[in-house]
């Protein structure tokens, strides 16, 4: 699980700082090892197709003569017919299909960086004009509203589409609040359920179902009370 303040928000850094931490990124730390397989293996294939030369040597009584002689001999072979061609193709083409693979793999993850970050800084941006300007327009004109109709000026109506106008601006700031830590953490396919039963938690108290309101003053100030 992840535990986190999710009131919590900090402006994105830069996105070229962020990226430079993609090449050590494990999907892309791991084709460093394969390539040096492909690589070592494509050496190794070039290595048998070179003729393998070898010296010798020997001592050796010369019967007629009566002397002794050292013979050195020199063997190479002449790479007519097979110098492994087909073994080095096969590792060239392994070693190349190696290095396209992870071509593919950094644009994927560059891909999906690139998508992260817009919907971070999107969501950043949503947040603090919620924050700053949305809500507490809201709240001025919910606190108008309920003093109104204490006062028997405005009907029941004006004060509910005033508290409902509030209710839904401060669940999208916590829907958005949450499409920026989740972008954040590069997560996707997400779903939020309660740490118990359903309709126990968080989903029973939350800001855009919780009423102050009911149909009759008596129950809204024990509503207010409670």
């Given at each position: 699980?992840?535990r986190?303040?999710?009131?919590?928000?900090?402006?994105?850094?830069e996105?070229?700082?962020?990226?430079?931490?993609?090449?050590?990124?494990?999907?892309?730390?791991?084709?460093?090892?394969?390539?040096?397989?492909?690589?070592?293996?494509?050496?190794?294939?070039?290595?048998?197709?070179?003729?393998?030369?070898?010296?010798?040597?020997?001592?050796?009584?010369?019967?007629?003569?009566?002397?002794?002689?050292?013979?050195?001999?020199?063997?190479i072979?002449?790479?007519?017919?097979?110098?492994?061609?087909?073994?080095?193709?096969?590792?060239?083409?392994?070693?190349?299909?190696?290095?396209?693979?992870?071509?593919?793999?950094?644009?994927?993850?560059?891909?999906?960086?690139?998508?992260?970050?817009?919907?971070?800084?999107?969501?950043?941006?949503?947040?603090?004009?919620?924050?700053?300007?949305?809500?507490?327009?809201?709240?001025?004109v919910?606190?108008?509203?309920?003093?109104?109709?204490?006062q028997?000026?405005?009907?029941?109506?004006?004060?509910?589409?005033?508290?409902?106008?509030?209710?839904?601006?401060?669940?999208?700031?916590?829907?958005?609040?949450?499409?920026?830590?989740?972008?954040?953490?590069?997560?996707?396919?997400?779903?939020?359920?309660?740490?118990?039963?359903?309709?126990?938690?968080?989903?029973?108290?939350?800001?855009?179902?919780?009423?102050?309101?009911?149909?009759?003053?008596?129950?809204?100030r024990?509503?207010?009370?409670?």
């Open positions: 699980s992840v986190g303040e999710t009131l919590a928000v900090e402006a994105p850094r996105a070229t700082a962020l990226r430079e931490k993609i090449a050590r990124n494990p999907d892309i730390l791991r084709w460093e090892t394969e390539l040096r397989q492909r690589r070592a293996q494509l050496a190794l294939e070039r290595a048998k197709g070179k003729p393998n030369v070898s010296i010798g040597g020997g001592y050796k009584r010369l019967e007629e003569d009566s002397d002794n002689a050292f013979i050195v001999g020199i063997s072979p002449l790479p007519l017919s097979d110098r492994n061609q087909g073994g080095t193709m096969e590792a060239t083409e392994r070693l190349a299909r190696a290095t396209e693979e992870r071509r593919l793999v950094e644009l994927q993850i560059d891909q999906s960086f690139v998508k992260a970050f817009s919907e971070m800084t999107t969501a950043y941006g949503q947040i603090e004009q919620i924050r700053s300007q949305i809500l507490p327009s809201s709240q001025t919910f606190d108008a509203a309920r003093i109104g109709y204490e028997g000026k405005f009907p029941y109506l004006t004060l509910l589409d005033a508290q409902q106008t509030l209710f839904k601006n401060r669940r999208n700031y916590l829907e958005t609040l949450q499409a920026y830590h989740l972008a954040k953490m590069g997560c996707s396919d997400i779903v939020l359920v309660d740490k118990g039963e359903l309709t126990s938690g968080t989903t029973f108290h939350s800001v855009g179902l919780v009423s102050q309101f009911r149909t009759s003053p008596a129950l809204m024990m509503m207010n009370y409670s």
